[in-house]
Structure formats: C-alpha cells, structure tokens
C-alpha cells in the first residue's frame, strides 16, 4: 500500500490503536475516542500498522517499536513524514 493510500485510510478510520495509558496498553481508535482520547501523533510501521498517541504518552508509543516504525504523522501538521525526521514529543 502507497503512503498517501495509508495516511488516507488513517485519516479516515484512525489508527489501528491508541495508546491509553503508561503502561502501553492500546485500545482500537473507535473506543479511544468513545473514551474522550484523540491522538496528537500516530506512528506507522514498516507493516504498515499504526499506533496514534496524546502528547503526554507519545514517548511510551514511540518506544513500543522504536526500531520499527516508518513514518509518523502529527495531526497538527497532518504531513506523513520519515521516520527520521522524528524529533521526540514537544
């Protein structure tokens, strides 16, 4: 699957899961927002699974797959960029 296909199935459905809490634990996105939880940021595999996380827990996301991960996309920004253009929660 393209990246620009991937982030567009993202933006749609969200991210296959959200981080929820310190410990790692992740929740399908459907529940995290029934939940109140929306992702500040979501991290792309090389698989092309994804992990979105709030600025408070993005460090945890990050470092469940550091090694992993392809691309991330800040919701702010909305841009899917390399993952070595990651600079760490702001």
Known sequence: MEIT??????????PDRVVINEE???????RALKKGISPDIIFIRDDNWSLGSTHDLEDIAYNMWNDKWKYFIRLSDGKVKNISEYEGSI
């Open 5 to 14: 296909d991937l982030a567009i199935k993202i933006a749609k459905n969200g």
């Open 24 to 30: 790692g634990d992740g929740i399908p996105s459907d």
